[in-house]
């Protein structure tokens, strides 16, 4: 049989979901992205027909939260409610009758990059993505570490905030846009002076990161301080996976990099002063190239993996 060239690769976010026609090198030949909306899995099955090909060799699918790849399933996702009812895989498995693989969306999104991004030189690195939550995929000796890599769950604080995982205490509380944000709120909701109170038609509960970085390189206190304390969060779980794994690069990925030159240059110096000097001195802390795509190219890169056996 002839091997397909093509597979086709799904990143599904709570707000919207992307598919692409994605070739064996890694490059995105057609993409579409769509609201999530209510009737997500219709909208998702009626997008893959949009894209079909005659060649594909399956479809691959990235979804945040903890995911069991081996039965196809969704265990628990604390940003995407009642995705964990839903049989993605059965649904489209009957409606196509081709290979499926279902991963965790930061996973994939490392693979991603290692296929065709910034990971490309590194047999050994971490990726994060940087936005509503925090996300973590790990590339050990060139391939997708097959493990939760629930890096932005780990704890950084024995008590404090109750995370939507269950847990108290995860970076993702401390250094996530949702954390500026919530923060953000309840500073201005007790009078704090800033220039965020004019921003948003007046309403201080559509604040998003972007305004705050804007209001930031405006020399707002308040804005600058929400995304330095953030950073600082982010360097305590960096300085923790250099200690741990020790990788060659942590590549960083999400809306929130935009804020690279005070959020991340904040988690850069936090974390060079509490990581072992050697291991901090040997780690490239870079952002990734293939942006919002990651996940798409990856997740077809796992089709093929899979289908050739190759898959960790
Ligand atoms: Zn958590």
């Known amino acids: 049989m002839k091997t397909a060239r093509y597979a086709i690769g799904i990143d599904l976010g709570g707000t919207n979901f992307r598919v692409a026609l994605v070739s064996r090198d890694g490059v995105i030949v057609r993409k579409i992205k769509r609201p999530s909306g209510e009737q997500v899995v219709g909208s998702v099955l009626d997008?893959?027909?949009?894209?079909?090909?005659?060649?594909?060799?399956g479809?691959?699918?990235g979804v945040a939260g903890l995911i069991d790849r081996g039965r196809g399933r969704v265990f628990t996702s604390p940003n995407l409610r009642g995705i964990e009812a839903i049989d993605f895989v059965g649904e489209i498995k009957t409606r196509f009758n081709v290979p499926i693989v279902i991963e965790?969306?930061?996973?994939?999104?490392?693979l991603g990059e290692k296929t065709a991004g910034a990971g490309q030189g590194f047999e050994n690195f971490v990726l994060l993505t940087l936005g509503t939550g925090i996300g973590g995929g790990i590339i050990h000796k060139g391939k997708l570490l097959n493990m939760p890599s629930e890096i932005g769950h780990m704890s950084i604080s024995a008590d404090a905030e109750k995370c939507p995982c269950g847990n108290n205490g995860c970076l993702e509380?401390?250094?996530?846009?949702?954390?500026?944000?919530?923060?953000?709120?309840?500073?201005?909701?007790k009078e704090t002076e800033s220039l965020l109170k004019e921003c948003c038609k007046g309403s201080i509960y559509k604040i998003t990161p972007e305004d705050i970085y804007?209001?930031?390189?405006?020399?707002?206190?308040?804005?600058?301080?929400?995304l330095r304390d953030a950073g600082r969060y982010l360097g305590v779980g960096l300085a923790n996976i250099i200690n741990i794994i020790g990788p060659e690069a942590i590549i960083l990925t999400g809306g929130l990099i935009g804020a690279w030159n005070i959020y991340i240059q904040e988690a850069i110096k936090?974390?060079?002063?509490?990581?072992f000097k050697e291991l901090f001195e040997s780690v490239k802390i870079i952002p990734s190239s293939l942006g919002d795509d990651?996940?798409?190219?990856g997740a077809a890169c796992l089709v093929f993996m899979e289908a050739a056996g190759t898959a960790a």
């Not at 965790?104 to 490392?110: L, R, S």
């Open 294 to 297: 990651a996940g798409i190219v």
């Open 104 to 110: 965790n969306d930061a996973n994939v999104a490392a």
């Open 270 to 275: 936090e974390a060079s002063r509490r990581a």
């Open 214 to 226: 804007k209001a930031a390189l405006e020399g707002d206190t308040l804005s600058r301080e929400i």
């Open 47 to 57: 997008t893959i027909e949009d894209l079909k090909h005659s060649e594909i060799a």
């Open 173 to 189: 509380n401390y250094a996530s846009a949702r954390a500026m944000i919530t923060r953000t709120v309840s500073m201005l909701e």
């Open 59 to 61: 479809i691959g699918l």
